[in-house]
């Protein structure tokens, strides 16, 4: 009583070796189609404090989280699974771009993915440097609005090396990336620091906090 079974599984197309659900089966059942969603996961991402050069990506490149062309032959591709292995792998790690890390993401993410990612990558050796941020956030290079990898990149750089100590001038320097750069900055830490919200410097993102929160 009060008992309700719940399976999950993956479709035929999805070349998962699954077995085709019989006509009794089906209308014994209720079945919902699901869908991996961006936002959705990068939130999940945050919470779980997965390596922000991945969630940076993933910002700019949604359509690197669930690879929708599956491969025909046994290889991995990128999805949300493959991205938590990745990041299992370059966690802690400064430099991706050696031989065997490269080699062992396309193991996991599959060539194209791989080598999109690691060349994402790149663009950190080219923005801002933390301590850059702190020391002088007015002056400190900010990229321009045409150079969106490189936006993502600070952002996820910033996200990656914030201390609640820093807010002031963190926030000085996310003020003057543009509209949109500031809200996932702003929204990547409320699941990372949840404790920024109540900072001086978050008083004027009150609104739009709460309707981020409201998923508005």
């Given at each position: 009583k009060n008992c309700y079974i719940?399976?999950?599984?993956n479709r035929e197309e999805d070349n998962c070796f699954v077995q085709p659900t019989s006509a009794a089966l089906?209308?014994?059942?209720?079945?919902?189609?699901?869908?991996?969603q961006k936002d959705t996961w990068i939130d999940w991402a945050n919470s779980a404090g997965i390596d922000t050069?991945?969630?940076a990506f993933i910002e700019f490149s949604p359509d690197s989280l669930n690879q929708k062309e599956?491969?025909?032959k046994e290889e991995s591709f990128a999805c949300p699974r493959t991205w938590e292995f990745a990041d299992k792998l370059i966690r802690g790690k400064k430099d991706i771009n050696d031989v065997i890390t490269k080699t062992?993401?396309?193991?996991?993410?599959?060539?194209?993915?791989?080598?999109?990612f690691t060349n994402f990558t790149e663009h950190f050796s080219k923005i801002a440097k933390y301590s850059d941020v702190i020391a002088d956030p007015v002056l400190a290079k900010v990229p321009s609005r045409s150079e969106m990898a490189l936006q993502y990149a600070t952002v996820g750089m910033l996200v990656g090396n914030f201390d609640i100590k820093d807010t002031d001038p963190v926030m000085t320097y996310v003020d003057r990336l543009e509209t949109e750069f500031q809200m996932v900055f702003v929204k990547s830490m409320i699941k990372r620091c949840p404790q920024i919200i109540t900072h001086k410097r978050l008083q004027p993102w009150t609104g739009k906090i709460a309707k981020m929160m409201r998923g508005v």
């Open positions: 719940v399976a999950a599984g089906i209308t014994r059942m209720v079945t919902i189609h699901t869908t991996v050069r991945i969630t599956k491969p025909k062992l993401l396309e193991g996991i993410l599959g060539k194209g993915t791989a080598l999109n």
